[in-house]
């Protein structure tokens, strides 16, 4: 069962980088607190500028990956692709809404509000219900070739969606501060705040690809959607 | 490529002519598009909003939530005796029959509209005088880019359980950005503005049909195929 064994062994290099990016959590939390300075203007309720960034990060990059296993999955029909997708797009899942947690919890304080129909704040909720849609649209097709290409095309059609939505949101006026790390200028951050963001960043794609790589190896076992009755699937092109 | 069209037209006026003997779901759609209306106008505290800063969205919400309903039963005419089968039996472009579904559902839609438009003139009170060659681009412009994506979402999720509530969740996202537009652009008109001031929305609503169109045709054949 070399189908098994590989999964196995991407589920326990999983759940080893989870068990790493946890620690580094831990260990972001510490540098964050302890090691960074406190904001002059926002003062504490800064601090969770450091989780909330890196995990929109995240969720982002589980987007785009998903587009781009989706069109591959259309292309080279590869069973392991349409896993990867569902993986990816299960573990933005979670991303996403701790981005959109988090993200009131620091606004309430600063903005004196949870929630503002504000450029990317409406972006990140609609980057949440186009991963809901996917996770929706997949639980409910029973046939694992039809499930793959019919997610494979919300996909793909998810990442074009994405420039109109950010098209769209930035017409409108915004409270949500501009970029200061990824800007044509050098980054305006101090170094022990930019210092503790990438590391952050880091962190949260350490567990990004450790909870892609558990979930794509418990796939690859057998488990959750590719389990009984997907077998007529998984043969198919590999 | 006039053979591609030829099947698009077939299959489009196959679409047409079985709403147009039986007319269940044009009524249906159409009752539910006056409803709509008639509910935003009691949902509406006259004294604090005006009823002239409220119609944009009026009219977009109801032309958004009738074109779900109307592109729910796109597809669903299909899963009747297997007859999507038999119309990928058919050696015919995938592309082209995408093209024939689009075109039927975009009839669909613009016959819901066509009767909406003029309700919500008389039901709102709207002055719509000298903007109506303009608001009737808006709804051409939006209502074609959301339609193309409506009708790969409506192919895929006949084949789901819960194929009515699956339908809006999967296409609302999409209709946002077309919707917007349309909401800014048709308030400008309303309200008399110059129409230099709507032109980027217009090019935006372009834009938005040429790239969706063009992807659904692309990905429509390897979505279809067995």
């Not at chain 2, 490529?1 to 099947?7: D, K, L, S, T």
């Not at chain 2, 066509?114 to 412009?141: E, K, R, Y």
Request: aromatic content about 12%.
């Amino acid at each position: 069962m070399p189908e098994l064994l590989a999964g196995r062994r991407a589920a326990s290099r999983g759940l080893f980088l989870i068990a790493t990016g946890l620690a580094g959590l831990a260990g972001i939390y510490v540098l964050a607190l302890r090691f960074t300075p406190v904001e002059r203007f926002q003062g504490l309720p800064q601090k969770i500028f450091y989780v909330h960034v890196p995990a929109a990060w995240s969720a982002l990059l589980a987007f785009s990956l998903v587009g781009i296993a989706s069109a591959l999955y259309l292309w080279l029909r590869d069973p392991r692709l349409d896993l990867f997708a569902e993986s990816t797009a299960s573990a933005g899942l979670v991303f996403s809404v701790v981005m959109l947690t988090t993200g009131p919890l620091w606004g309430k304080p600063v903005w004196n509000t949870w929630w503002t129909w504000d450029a990317r704040l409406t972006f990140t909720l609609i980057l949440f219900f186009l991963f809901l849609g996917y996770r929706a649209l997949r639980s409910a097709l029973v046939d694992p070739l039809e499930r793959a290409r019919f997610s494979a095309v919300v996909g793909i059609l998810g990442l074009i969606l994405v420039p109109f939505v950010h098209l769209t949101v930035y017409l409108f006026r915004t409270l949500h501060p501009q970029p200061i790390v990824l800007k044509p200028s050098a980054p305006s951050l101090p170094w022990e705040m930019l210092r503790t963001l990438l590391a952050s960043v880091g962190v949260f794609t350490v567990l990004l690809v450790g909870f892609v790589m558990t979930r794509y190896g418990l796939g690859r076992m057998g488990v959750g959607e590719w389990g009984h009755g997907a077998g007529e699937g998984r043969d198919h092109g590999s | 490529m006039g053979e591609f069209f030829r099947v698009a037209l077939a299959v489009a006026g196959k679409d047409i002519r079985v709403e147009r003997r039986s007319r269940t779901g044009l009524v249906a759609a159409l009752s539910f598009a006056v409803l709509t209306l008639v509910i935003f106008n009691f949902a509406r505290d006259a004294a604090s909003l005006s009823r002239d800063a409220m119609a944009p969205s009026v009219l977009w919400i109801t032309f958004a939530f009738s074109g779900v309903v109307a592109l729910n039963r796109s597809f669903a005419l299909e899963r009747e005796n297997a007859a999507l089968d038999a119309l990928l039996m058919a050696p015919v472009s995938r592309a082209a029959l995408f093209l024939g579904k689009y075109l039927a559902n975009l009839a669909f839609v613009f016959a819901v509209e066509a009767v909406a438009l003029p309700l919500f003139v008389v039901f709102f009170g709207v002055d719509i005088g000298g903007a109506i060659g303009g608001v009737i681009l808006v709804t051409v412009l939006a209502t074609a880019g959301f339609v193309a994506v409506g009708t790969i979402f409506a192919a895929m999720t006949v084949r789901t359980r819960l194929a009515e509530l699956m339908l809006p969740l999967l296409l609302l996202p999409f209709m946002l950005p077309p919707v917007t537009w349309a909401v800014q652009a048709t308030a400008r008109l309303l309200s008399g503005r110059p129409a230099g001031e709507i032109a980027g929305w217009i090019r935006l609503l372009g834009l938005y049909d040429l790239v969706f169109l063009t992807a659904c045709l692309l990905v429509f054949p390897s979505l279809m195929d067995e």
